[in-house]
């Protein structure tokens, strides 16, 4: 699963699939708050943001656009 592309990452995810979305948030977590930290100037601020951003995306995948794979071709 880690090899999957982030799109087939958020299909899984949205049909129940946890791990998936775990995965997403591993390969994101660290630039997100990095650059939560950029902006807010507080370490601990940035980690309850991006904490909240990926709860409210996990709340809101059925909202994330799907893109067929033969739109990137």
Not at 48 to 59: C, G, L, P
């Given at each position: 699963m880690k090899d999957?592309?982030?799109?087939?990452l958020v299909a899984h995810a949205r049909s129940g699939d946890?791990?998936?979305?775990?995965?997403l948030?591993?390969?994101y977590q660290?630039?997100?708050i990095q650059f939560c930290r950029r902006m807010l100037g507080s370490l601990h601020d940035a980690e309850e943001v991006a904490q909240d951003s990926f709860v409210?995306?996990?709340r809101?995948?059925?909202?994330i656009?799907?893109?067929p794979r033969?739109?990137?071709r």
């Amino acid at each position: 699963m880690k090899d999957d592309s982030d799109w087939d990452l958020v299909a899984h995810a949205r049909s129940g699939d946890t791990e998936a979305f775990a995965v997403l948030v591993h390969r994101y977590q660290a630039p997100v708050i990095q650059f939560c930290r950029r902006m807010l100037g507080s370490l601990h601020d940035a980690e309850e943001v991006a904490q909240d951003s990926f709860v409210r995306i996990y709340r809101n995948l059925n909202r994330i656009p799907s893109f067929p794979r033969s739109f990137f071709r």
